[in-house]
């Protein structure tokens, strides 16, 4: 069974800055999107980023211009990194592929951004 490992979380202070991994133990080169997600206390799951095979990338606007996705397919890696965070970046972020095809869900990474 595929298993998706996320790391990288940790405590920071606004505006600090963190770098997340996602590990997935299968090849990720023919999973068009990847993307991350994450969920706050008491809150649904939200999408936060995508990157696609071509380097495309999407955001939602909450992040927008703080945090950014990249890839490398040849570490079946997808990472997010966070700067100027901000108190309602707090979450267990996961990532996951986009689309037909998807992954069981890994066990996140905490942020807790604090001041």
């Known amino acids: 069974q595929v298993q998706v490992v996320e790391s990288g979380g940790g405590l920071v202070q606004p505006g600090g800055s963190l770098r997340l991994s996602c590990v997935v133990s299968?090849?990720?080169?023919?999973?068009?999107?990847m993307g991350w997600y994450r969920q706050a206390p008491g809150k649904q799951r939200e999408w936060v980023a995508t990157?696609?095979?071509?380097?495309?990338?999407g955001y939602t606007p909450s992040v927008r211009g703080r945090f950014t996705i990249s890839r490398d397919n040849a570490k079946s890696t997808v990472y997010l990194q966070m700067n100027s965070l901000k108190l309602e970046d707090t979450a267990v972020y996961y990532c996951?592929?986009?689309?037909?095809?998807?992954?069981?869900w890994g066990q996140g990474t905490q942020v807790t951004v604090v001041s």
């Open positions: 996951n592929a986009i689309g037909e095809v998807t992954f069981p």
């Open positions: 299968r090849s990720i080169d023919a999973i068009y999107a």
């Open positions: 990157v696609s095979n071509s380097d495309t990338t």
